[in-house]
């Protein structure tokens, strides 16, 4: 079963997924899914593990300032996040059909921090 079947998912919408456990394995496939439908935004309240870079086209953190860096960059840094890596953006016909992870940084753990519900708003 496709789960966009069972949902009814507009563009511009917020999902929110809570629960004891799965929590990021279900974002992930539903932004697989919803990407086929334009661009996902994918982030967190609290914490998730950095993903898998074949499971996301870029990776934009704030940099020390607050604002969002969207350009071109091949490495993170340790403590204030200033750069993202974007180097798997699309080159079909549908540019829009991709997914962005949005934080606030990258801890010590290797999980991304997440970013605050007027943060998101903005991004939308």
Do not use: W
Request: charge should be neutral; include cysteine; proline fraction near 2%.
């Amino acid at each position: 079963m496709d789960i966009l079947n069972v949902l009814t998912v507009n563009k511009g919408e917020k999902i929110s997924i809570v629960g004891a456990g799965g929590k990021t394995t279900l974002m992930f496939i539903l932004a697989e899914e919803l990407k086929k439908r334009g661009r996902v935004l994918i982030t967190t309240t609290t914490k998730i593990y950095l993903p898998k870079r074949n499971q996301y086209n870029c990776l934009i953190l704030k940099d020390s300032f607050g604002a969002y860096i969207n350009e071109e960059s091949k490495y993170i840094l340790n403590g204030n996040i200033v750069c993202v890596y974007c180097g798997n953006i699309s080159k079909t016909k549908e540019p829009d059909s991709e997914i962005h992870v949005y934080g606030s940084s990258v801890n010590g753990e290797n999980k991304v921090i997440g970013i605050d519900d007027e943060s998101i708003s903005n991004i939308l």
